[in-house]
């Protein structure tokens, strides 16, 4: 039996912890995507926003004269009176015009679904860990090491669905945002889906049979794991 392979299962195991973290902490949050209008005057407030899987947070900005490179709204740290709803396809009793009209209601709703399948799967993986790591459980790490690359999967597949939202919102002739940028919420979303695909590629590694040492050795004739 592999000595060392409980230690490389807690590494690993840790490292995996820190991208639930980060995937947690992308689907709560509403910073996927910062948005920012034409300013047309200056010396007057402007509307900015940001968002993410649930909901929507709009800004009103004072904004001074900018330089020639500057044509938008923000940053979106500037001071403002700040106010935030949840999409109405989630809360059909709550208002968020903005977000209806200039993107697609189902964009949202598919990158939602498909984030909460990446958490189910990054729970169900966890429970597997925790459950192997009494005696004589080592086959739990496989089902779990395939929760969490399907868990990064999912979370990745989320992001690019928000990116293709964004991206037509911009390019729609129907919106008032002529920039936008990515914000931490989707940093962390990306970072969650590099930890817990490599590192479930990594526990399925460990978790895998001990393959024969010598050339005349066999799988069979290999020491037997306890």
């Not at 900015?48 to 900005?61: E, N, P, S, V």
């Not at 004589?136 to 395939?146: G, I, N, Q, V």
């Amino acid at each position: 039996m592999d000595e060392s392979k409980p230690l490389k299962v807690r590494l690993t195991f840790s490292v995996i912890l820190v991208g639930v973290s980060l995937l947690f902490a992308a689907v709560v949050t509403d910073h996927w995507a910062v948005l920012s209008p034409k300013v047309e005057e200056y010396n007057a407030t402007c509307e900015a926003a940001h968002f993410g899987l649930w909901r929507l947070c709009t800004k009103r900005i004072f904004m001074r004269e900018q330089g020639p490179k500057e044509k938008g709204c923000g940053p979106i740290s500037l001071p403002g009176e700040h106010n935030c709803s949840y999409f109405k396809h989630f809360t059909p009793g709550q208002s968020s015009e903005i977000f209806e009209v200039t993107t697609q209601k189902e964009y949202s709703i598919s990158a939602a679904a498909i984030a909460i399948f990446s958490v189910g799967f990054a729970i169900i993986g966890t429970i597997c860990v925790l459950l192997s790591f009494r005696k004589k459980r080592d086959y739990l790490l496989k089902p779990a090491s395939m929760f969490y690359t399907f868990a990064g999967l999912c979370i990745i597949i989320s992001v690019e669905v928000m990116r293709q939202s964004v991206k037509r919102m911009i390019d729609s002739k129907e919106t008032v945002w002529i920039e936008y940028s990515y914000s931490w919420s989707f940093a962390c979303a990306c970072a969650s889906f590099v930890l817990l695909f490599i590192c479930g590629i990594t526990l399925l590694l460990i978790a895998l049979p001990r393959f024969p040492q010598n050339p005349w050795e066999t799988c069979m004739d290999a020491e037997p794991e306890h």
